[in-house]
């Protein structure tokens, strides 16, 4: 089946520097890349997506870039803050576009 | 309040008696999802629902069952529940496969 793979798995920066997360999925047919957040003890919930007919998106601190022709998508967030502390998994459709794959997941830790 | 609803939010139960966990939407959003979380494991899709009678695996179904006879709820059934199932569940709900979908509060369930 289709197969999302998410690195690093845990990742710790200081306050203000850069932090990247990186995906790959297996199926070229894939279509729609979300990213989701998940504070410690709460629900995940989205923070910006991408659809394949873009090869960037932007929302204030946080960008997601896709690379069809290499199957892998990346979220970078800017200038971090400790409130972005918390678990991102990245995501994708799976083949018949009605099965959904989540990668394993990435902890980062913000550092003030 | 656009909300996905589950209950209930924890269960301590032991091998065998079967067990239903609850997801409700009021947002008229056709697919609907059932997760497990497991440390490192990430989010994997038990089951999916494109519409009402309309439901599939996902990647880890077995020992799991769903209906879906309204379009509002997506109840999680556990016929014999076994220790493997210990896991955090969680419901969630979208316009669509490829729109953000809304998780439910999640439902952690122990299995002795």
């Known amino acids: 089946g289709e197969n999302v793979e998410q690195h690093p798995s845990t990742l710790s920066v200081q306050e203000g520097d850069s932090a990247v997360i990186k995906c790959t999925y297996s199926d070229s047919a894939s279509n729609y890349f979300p990213w989701y957040k998940q504070e410690l003890g709460k629900r995940p919930q989205l923070i910006i997506d991408?659809?394949?007919?873009?090869g960037e998106k932007k929302d204030q601190r946080i960008a997601v870039t896709l690379n069809k022709t290499a199957k892998h998508f990346s979220l970078h967030i800017t200038e971090t803050q400790p409130e972005d502390s918390a678990v991102y998994f990245c995501a994708s459709e799976g083949r018949t576009g009605n099965q959904f794959y989540f990668g394993t997941g990435t902890s980062l830790t913000v550092i003030p | 309040e656009a909300q996905v609803t589950q209950n209930p939010r924890y269960l301590i139960t032991v091998t065998g008696k079967k067990l239903t966990v609850t997801c409700s939407q009021n947002m008229n959003h056709e697919y609907m999802s059932w997760y497990r979380q497991d440390p490192g494991l990430g989010l994997r899709q038990i089951y999916y629902?494109?519409?009402?009678?309309?439901?599939d695996k996902g990647d880890v179904p077995e020992g799991y069952k769903v209906s879906r006879k309204e379009k509002r709820n997506f109840p999680l059934i556990l016929e014999s529940p076994s220790p493997n199932q210990t896991s955090l569940y969680f419901c969630?709900?979208?316009?669509?496969?490829?729109?953000?979908?809304?998780f439910g509060p999640g439902t952690r369930l122990t299995v002795t």
């Open positions: 991408i659809r394949s007919n873009v």
């Open positions: 969630a709900s979208s316009y669509s496969i490829s729109y953000e979908q809304y």
């Open positions: 629902s494109m519409n009402v009678e309309v439901t």
